[in-house]
């Protein structure tokens, strides 16, 4: 590893929990390709493999990175394991717009699935989804989630004006706004006609 990343590594606090993903010989590339679509993303440093390792020396062995803050390894370990969707990375949009942006990015090259899946160009899995769903999944009334739900089964990349017209309007409001006590007021022709 070069001076420069070591020195970066140091520099950081320890992460506790750091994910290693492994690949065949795409580390790098991968690496690369995930710190440019997030915000607070970057390379770390780079291992290269020596004399008796798993690849040619001189090539990448491991890739220290961040991505949205958090600390990744990329591992080239060869063509032994890959990816499944039973790990994945759930990106959590603010809005439609973001919605559309990391499917696009994350999904050129790869494979859409459904219900927000979606694998990349590398097998790797990602969920993309507003952050608008955990609320309506753990609604206390399981009818508007059920409602969200079979919207949501029906999707590939989430729409959330659909999710949202699912769910529908909270019930409880209009009972909320009857307990103020506040009338609207009558409108001043209709009074005068009262009197007369």
């Known amino acids: 590893m070069s001076s420069g990343g070591s020195r970066?590594?140091?520099?950081?606090?320890t992460q506790r929990i750091t994910t290693s993903?492994?690949?065949?010989?795409?580390?790098?590339?991968?690496?690369?390709?995930y710190v440019s679509l997030f915000e607070n993303s970057k390379i770390l440093g780079i291992?290269?493999?020596?004399?008796?390792?798993?690849?040619?020396?001189g090539s990448v062995m491991t890739v220290d990175f961040q991505l949205a803050g958090q600390r990744f390894v990329a591992l080239n370990g060869g063509p032994t394991f890959k990816f499944t969707e039973a790990v994945s990375f759930v990106v959590n949009c603010k809005d439609q717009q973001e919605i559309d942006r990391f499917w696009?990015?994350?999904?050129?090259?790869?494979?859409?699935?459904?219900?927000?899946?979606?694998?990349d160009r590398y097998g790797l899995s990602w969920q993309v989804v507003p952050t608008a769903l955990w609320k309506m999944v753990t609604d206390k009334d399981p009818a508007r989630s059920a409602r969200m739900m079979q919207a949501?089964?029906?999707?590939?990349?989430?729409?959330?004006?659909?999710?949202?017209?699912?769910y529908g309007p909270d019930p409880k409001r209009p009972a909320a706004k009857m307990a103020s006590g506040k009338k609207p007021a009558a409108k001043r022709g209709t009074n005068q006609r009262a009197r007369r």
């Open 152 to 166: 949501l089964l029906q999707m590939k990349k989430l729409d959330l004006a659909a999710l949202e017209a699912a």
């Open 47 to 57: 291992a290269r493999y020596g004399e008796g390792g798993m690849g040619p020396v």
């Open 104 to 119: 696009a990015k994350l999904g050129a090259g790869g494979r859409d699935i459904e219900c927000g899946w979606l694998k």
């Open 8 to 13: 970066r590594l140091r520099g950081m606090s």
């Open 21 to 33: 993903l492994w690949f065949d010989t795409q580390a790098e590339e991968a690496a690369r390709f």
